[in-house]
């Protein structure tokens, strides 16, 4: 084999791999809530106690889009306690003819909560299918506040805000008092959209490299 094309052939293989290392530590970007660009706007005074003691959920509904779809945390406008904290949990629920589903997807790690704030939850492969509808839902007692309006679409991600549900006592899920309950949704792109889309110009470039060395040999 030519020697050139060795070398392309291993230079592919670790632009793969370097690529890759690269896109799983890229900044995430909000691309859904209602705390601003940056998730960081405070909520107002008006909240509701959600959580399995009072059997009270209440989940924000949104469709993801293409190509951030690697959940890395989700913000939530939160109360857990007056002095010191709770350890809390956020789920991230699959749809299941528009409302959640039985049991969430990916649930994010521990965080305490204490008194009125913007708290984070992060994730590990919450890897989320371009077009699909998903639910946030607390899973631990708190009180959730509002902000001013609706979640929507951050930083042109192409997220959608679809509705907000209420399911109190067990009588199954309804539309929610308000749609303005303070969250934000933050995503990177897969590593596999970087990796494979460097690699594909590379093999791109690869093929033409193959194809002079074929037409010189004639």
Known sequence: MNRSYSLCIAAISALALAVSGVAQTASADVVYGNLGASGTNSAGNTNTDVGPTINNYIAQGFTASSPNLDVTSITLSIF?????????????????????????????????VGPKDNY??????????????????????VSWYYTGFAPSAQNSSGYNFTQTLENNLGAGWVPAASNRYGLSV?????????????????????????????????
């Open 120 to 141: 984070v939850f992060s994730f590990t492969g919450a890897q989320l299918t371009n077009g699909s509808n998903y639910w946030v839902v607390p899973q631990t007692d």
């Open 186 to 218: 933050n995503a990177v792109p897969e590593p596999t959209t970087y990796a494979m889309a460097a690699v594909g110009f590379a093999a791109a470039g690869l093929v033409r490299l193959r194809r002079r060395m074929v037409q010189g040999t004639r």
């Open 80 to 112: 857990g306690a007056t002095e010191g904290s709770i350890p809390a949990t956020v789920g991230i629920y699959a749809d299941n003819f528009g409302a959640p589903a039985a049991s969430a997807l990916y649930t994010s790690a521990v965080t305490n």
